[in-house]
């Protein structure tokens, strides 16, 4: 039973617009999450996170929305970037325990 | 400088032989972690280290070995491989036990095939 779930697998995105990935979780007790970026044959990087105390934390270009009530945060890119083409893994821990990753959204950001 | 780097990247060997993977951090972090990515492409966290104490074993069967030797170093071991073994292992660390929020630093993968 995956607690962490990003349902969208693909998004295509034209550069200079905005892309907005989501993801969704069920347990009620996570309490910090985290985005990661991953290029193809290499690991995840860390992008920005967020606390469950925070609905919103905005850093450069990445800005991160929580939404306790839905269970649900997202991840906006404002603008996109070629460079931003990469799969983006949303994960979510509890009182800093081990990390619950979703699936990951590949974005592809078009010239 | 690689601050993560694990080794082999790939390894393809056979149904019951026993392999083990190399990790390595230059970061100075005292936690370490390995990850499986399956093909359904799901993160899930097999082992966690702090200054050598296990501090995280999830449920994976006991032919998968972690071994960290000192803080800068943890191996995975897996004896008698089987088939759904194969899968893409990344190792990472971060500085202190919560790794939930302190950012981890990966790896750059190994995909282990078996054939």
């Known amino acids: 039973d995956q607690q962490v779930k990003q349902n969208s697998p693909s998004l295509s995105v034209q550069e200079g617009r905005i892309s907005i990935l989501n993801c969704d979780y069920t347990?009620?007790?996570?309490?910090?999450f985290l985005w990661y970026k991953k290029y193809p044959a290499e690991g995840p990087t860390f992008l920005i996170s967020?606390?469950?105390?925070?609905d919103k934390n905005e850093d450069g270009r990445f800005t991160v929305f929580l939404n306790k009530s839905a269970k649900h945060l997202s991840l906006h890119i404002v603008p996109s970037q070629p460079g931003d083409s990469a799969v983006y893994f949303c994960?979510?821990?509890?009182?800093?325990?081990?990390?619950?990753f979703g699936q990951g959204t590949e974005l592809s950001v078009k010239p | 400088d690689t601050a993560v780097s694990q080794t082999p990247k790939y390894l393809v060997t056979q149904m019951g032989n026993d392999k083990s993977i190399k990790c390595e951090q230059n970061?100075?972090?005292?936690?370490m972690y390995w990850y499986k990515q399956d093909s359904k492409k799901f993160l899930k966290i097999m082992f966690s280290?702090?200054?050598?104490?296990?501090?995280i074993n999830e449920t994976v069967p006991n032919r998968f070995s972690p071994k960290s030797p000192d803080k800068a170093h943890l191996n995975l071991h897996i004896n008698s491989l089987e088939l759904g073994d194969s899968a893409v292992y990344f190792c990472?660390?971060?500085?202190?036990?919560?790794?939930?929020?302190?950012?981890?630093?990966f790896g750059d993968g190994t995909r282990l095939s078996i054939l």
């Open positions: 990472a660390s971060s500085q202190g036990r919560l790794g939930g929020i302190q950012p981890q630093h």
């Open positions: 347990n009620s007790m996570f309490d910090y």
């Open positions: 967020i606390s469950s105390i925070k």
């Open positions: 994960a979510a821990s509890e009182s800093g325990g081990k990390l619950i």
């Open positions: 970061l100075g972090h005292d936690t």
């Open positions: 280290y702090n200054n050598k104490e296990l501090i």
